[in-house]
């Protein structure tokens, strides 16, 4: 799986479009962060992150499809895709070989937003004067919900060997599953199950996890999801209908 996990980084950093996502992504939310009136952190007036973690999931939702739509669109595409099967994997490492590139690819662009932690802590009063807990819950919530946005991409990216095509799909399907839920709850019209149906979308459970506080039901719930869409995959490649 390792060889797998170092081919698709190494496939993906050498390609301009690491670079673009990577640039869009950090340039987008230093300005929401940082310049943009009304939501940037100096008119806030707090020292916190939350433009960051607000605007981080819906970029996410465009980046990580990007990232993923050629895993095995590409393949399939050009046709290594019947190469790669018949070396010694299993369906199963080639999928998390993949899966965890992807989230390698997301820690590689998060890691340059850790200067935005170096900079809050300094410019609160007094320096220091900033809530940790919540900003480190907010990075590991960010981190979980990628991990359900790159399984999203990976299977959008098998059931296609259009790249556009997965891109859309895995657009979609991201959004559905990140804010459909909550627009739905939002109606009020189950009552006492309105509570419920939000809890099936992924935000419900990010926020949660950005307010500092480790639930072990938002755990399950991430770890359900990525297996629920992982096993997906395994169904789909498992069929070589291609």
Request: hydrophobic residues 55%; charged residues 10%.
């Amino acid at each position: 799986m390792l060889v797998i996990v170092q081919k698709e980084v190494r496939a993906f950093l050498s390609s301009l479009i690491a670079y673009v996502v990577m640039l869009v992504f950090l340039l987008a939310t230093g300005l929401f962060t940082w310049v943009l009136p009304d939501i940037n952190v100096f008119d806030m007036g707090y020292s916190n992150l939350d433009p960051l973690f607000q605007m981080a999931p819906w970029l996410f939702i465009f980046l990580i499809s990007a990232i993923t739509m050629r895993s095995f669109s590409e393949e399939k595409k050009s046709g290594t895709i019947e190469i790669l099967t018949t070396r010694p994997f299993t369906d199963m490492e080639i999928i998390m070989g993949k899966y965890v590139a992807g989230l390698i690819l997301v820690a590689f662009t998060l890691i340059p937003t850790l200067i935005y932690v170096y900079t809050i802590h300094h410019l609160g009063a007094p320096a220091g004067n900033a809530d940790t807990g919540a900003i480190a819950g907010s990075y590991l919530g960010l981190f979980f919900l990628s991990s359900c946005f790159v399984a999203i991409g990976l299977f959008a990216s098998l059931i296609s060997d259009n790249q556009i095509v997965s891109f859309v799909v895995s657009l979609f399907l991201c959004y559905l599953f990140y804010n459909l839920f909550d627009l739905i709850a939002d109606f009020k019209l189950l009552g006492s199950l309105d509570s419920v149906v939000s809890a099936l979308g992924i935000n419900s459970h990010y926020l949660s996890i950005s307010r500092g506080v480790i639930d072990s039901r938002d755990l399950l719930y991430f770890l359900g999801f990525d297996i629920v869409f992982l096993f997906a995959c395994k169904l789909i490649f498992g069929s070589r209908k291609w």
